[in-house]
C-alpha cells in the first residue's frame, strides 16, 4: 500500500471527512484491520482564508510547498490537497516536489466521464466558479459547464465561508443550495459538482434529483485506489 500524503486543514471539518473515507475504503476493500497509510499536514485555514482575501495567493503557494516538501520528506507517495480552490496555486506549491499530485478536478472529470454525461453544473466557492484554473480542467475531458448567477454565486461562496468551514449545517441554506441546482437544472445540467469539500456536508444525493458528483468522496476513494495499486 502506498502513503497517501494529505495537505488539509482548508477547512478541517472537511479533511476530517477525507480521513473517514480514506480509511473506510481501504477497509471495504481489503478487510480486517487494514486502514489507510497515510500522512497528514494540517495548515492553519485562518492565514489561508487572510491571504485568499488579500489577493495574496503567492503567499498561499509557499505555506502549501513547505507543506508539500515536508509530507514528500515524511515519506508520503503522492499527494493529495483537500480543497477546491486552493488547486489555483497548483503549479506552485508543488515546485522542487518529487511526488505526483493527483488532481480533484481531474478524478471528478473522470467519474463524469464514466456516467456519459455532456452539461455539468458547477458549485463551489467564488474563486472555483468564476476563474479557469478549475473550470478548464473539467472543460478539457469535453465537458459542458455552466455556473450559477453572479448573484446566487455569491449567495453560495457566503454559505460556504461563513457557516460551512465553521461547522455550521443550516436548512436554510440547504434549501439554497437547492433552490440554486433547480435553476441550473432549467438550463439543462445532467449533474451536479460539489466543487468544495465542505458542500458536502450540506447537500446529499437524497437531496437533488440529478447525479451528485461530491468532489471529497471521489477525491478520497481516487486516492485509495492509487494507494492500492502495483
Known amino acids: 500500500m502506498k502513503t497517501i500524503g494529505l495537505i488539509g486543514g482548508m477547512s478541517w471539518e472537511s479533511t476530517a471527512e477525507y480521513y473517514r473515507i480514506l480509511n473506510e475504503e481501504v477497509k471495504n476493500r481489503l478487510g480486517g484491520f487494514n486502514s489507510a497509510k497515510c500522512i497528514l499536514w494540517s495548515v492553519n485555514f485562518n492565514e ?7 489577493n495574496e495567493w503567492e503567499k498561499c ?10 509530507i514528500e520528506k515524511a515519506g508520503a507517495d503522492f499527494l493529495i490537497l483537500c480543497t477546491n480552490t486552493m488547486h ?27 456516467d456519459n454525461l455532456k452539461k455539468i453544473g458547477l458549485l463551489g466557492t467564488k474563486y472555483t466558479m468564476a476563474e479557469n484554473f478549475y473550470l478548464s480542467k473539467i472543460k ?36 439554497k443550495f437547492i433552490e440554486v441546482i433547480n435553476k441550473m437544472m432549467s438550463e439543462g445540467i ?5 466543487g468544495c469539500t465542505e458542500i458536502g456536508l450540506l447537500i446529499k444525493q437524497e437531496n437533488i434529483s440529478i447525479k451528485v458528483f461530491d468532489t471529497t468522496i471521489i477525491h478520497a476513494k481516487k486516492a485509495v485506489e492509487y494507494a492500492l495499486s502495483y
Open 48 to 54: 489561508i482564508e487572510f491571504y485568499q482575501k488579500t
Open 61 to 70: 503557494g509557499e505555506v502549501l510547498n513547505n507543506a508539500a516538501i515536508n
Open 88 to 114: 489555483k496555486v497548483s503549479d506552485q506549491f508543488m515546485k522542487g516536489v518529487g511526488i505526483p499530485l493527483l488532481h480533484i478536478a481531474d478524478m471528478t472529470a473522470e467519474e463524469i466521464q464514466k
Open 140 to 175: 478539457e475531458k469535453g465537458l459542458d459547464v455552466i455556473v450559477p448567477a453572479e448573484k446566487d454565486q455569491d449567495a453560495v461562496n457566503s454559505i460556504i465561508y461563513d457557516e460551512l468551514c465553521k461547522g455550521e449545517i443550516k436548512d436554510d441554506s440547504r434549501s
Open 190 to 194: 445532467e449533474g451536479i459538482i460539489l
